[in-house]
């Protein structure tokens, strides 16, 4: 792999940052606010630094994509990252809570190897025509889910 690339995405959720990072650290809960088939093995309830489960997921020609995730950071209220492992390469998916006014600013950031050769070259597509989308979508559901009382 020759690099990495970031994407980073920010919403504000009018929920305190410890209702956000709760909801956040219960990974049993993502599947409710991910845009694509999502679930968890190996794991019930919070986690905290240093834990690990299975996550399985969809990606492009893998509707049941498996990642091993450990809890990288954990910094309750404020950090959360999560970091998928795969064929020897890091996944880093981070979430900062800061608070703002009576809610919380929601900063996420994805983190991953760039693709070596011809997928390197047609990754920025892949990146602005389905990742950020998708990630988006994905922030939204997660602000209406802990808006609407859904956490």
Do not use: C
Not at 9 to 15: A, G, I, K, P
Not at 52 to 59: P, R
Not at 127 to 149: Q, R, Y
């Amino acid at each position: 792999m020759s690099g990495r690339i970031k994407a980073h995405l920010s919403t504000v959720v009018n929920r305190p940052p410890e209702d956000v990072f709760a909801y956040l650290a219960d990974v049993s809960t993502h599947a409710e606010w991910s845009p694509k088939a999502y679930r968890v093995e190996g794991l019930d309830g919070p986690v905290q630094l240093g834990t690990t489960f299975t996550s399985y997921g969809w990606v492009p020609k893998d509707a049941d994509h498996r990642n091993d995730v450990e809890v990288t950071e954990f910094d309750a209220p404020r950090t959360i990252e999560f970091t998928g492992r795969e064929k020897g390469e890091d996944f880093l998916n981070t979430y900062i809570l800061t608070a703002q006014g009576g809610g919380t600013r929601i900063d996420r950031t994805l983190d991953f190897p760039k693709p070596d050769g011809i997928g390197g070259v047609f990754f920025p597509l892949v990146l602005g025509g389905f990742i950020k989308p998708a990630t988006n979508k994905g922030m939204k559901m997660l602000k209406a889910n802990l808006e609407n009382g859904t956490s």
